[in-house]
């Protein structure tokens, strides 16, 4: 693992904290991310057109333009843009495409995700991290700076959430079976079923306040 994305914070909320759950979806997908990045960084209403050069000049790819403008083209029309503006983030008319004036998303709080757009894994690691257990899991690691066990992550977990989360029993159960095998597969921490050891890689998904 190589990115060095910064996401969430330490055991207090994180930036996505007045995000509404049904958004977190969307906050899943790279290009949706740069979608966001752009307009934010814009501020005005950008051409399709616009909005896709915008979005090939941050690609690294070896695809041919034209190829790649029609690739992107296509998955702006068929996949992000409707997803985004169903979420009321975006407003996508004739005229154009921007942010709505009241977004339930500000593209300032996604800064602490895009870095990890340029980890060749990206869909994989956002689509796995981009959970508010999961990005718990990992300010309580960083917090403790050292490895935890399973009872003692969990004991920790049901102190500062709610829901399932509240009883250390129910969370061990879904930390052992869920959360933990899915974030050791992107390589963002290390789980000794055995041990039932936690360990956060150093140079994974680093956590700042």
């Known amino acids: ?101 009241e977004p339930p998303v500000r593209p300032t709080d996604l800064s602490i995700f895009l870095e990890a757009c340029e980890d060749e894994n990206a869909e994989k690691l956002l689509e796995t991290l981009v ?18 066990s399973l009872e003692q992550l969990a004991t920790q977990l049901s102190a500062c959430t709610g829901g399932p989360f509240c009883d250390g029993d129910r969370a061990a159960i879904a930390l052992h079976h869920s959360h933990l095998p899915a974030m050791a597969d992107v390589g963002v921490i290390s789980y000794d079923h055995d041990s039932k050891l936690i360990t956060r890689y150093d140079d994974s998904v680093s956590i700042v306040q």
């Open 1 to 101: 693992m190589t990115s060095d994305a910064h996401i969430g914070d330490d055991i207090t909320p994180g930036p996505l904290v007045n995000v509404p759950a049904e958004c977190y979806e969307i906050l899943r997908h790279p290009r949706r991310l740069r979608v966001l990045e752009i307009l934010g960084s814009r501020q005005t209403r950008l051409s399709l057109s616009d909005l896709t050069t915008a979005l090939i000049d941050r690609m690294d790819s070896d695809i041919p333009t034209g190829q790649a403008r029609h690739d992107v083209r296509i998955s702006l029309v068929h996949n992000h843009l409707p997803r985004l503006e169903d979420a009321g983030i975006i407003d996508w008319a004739d005229t154009g495409i921007a942010l709505v004036d």
């Open 131 to 148: 959970d508010p257990v999961r990005m718990r899991i990992l300010s309580v690691l960083e917090a403790n700076d050292r490895p935890l």
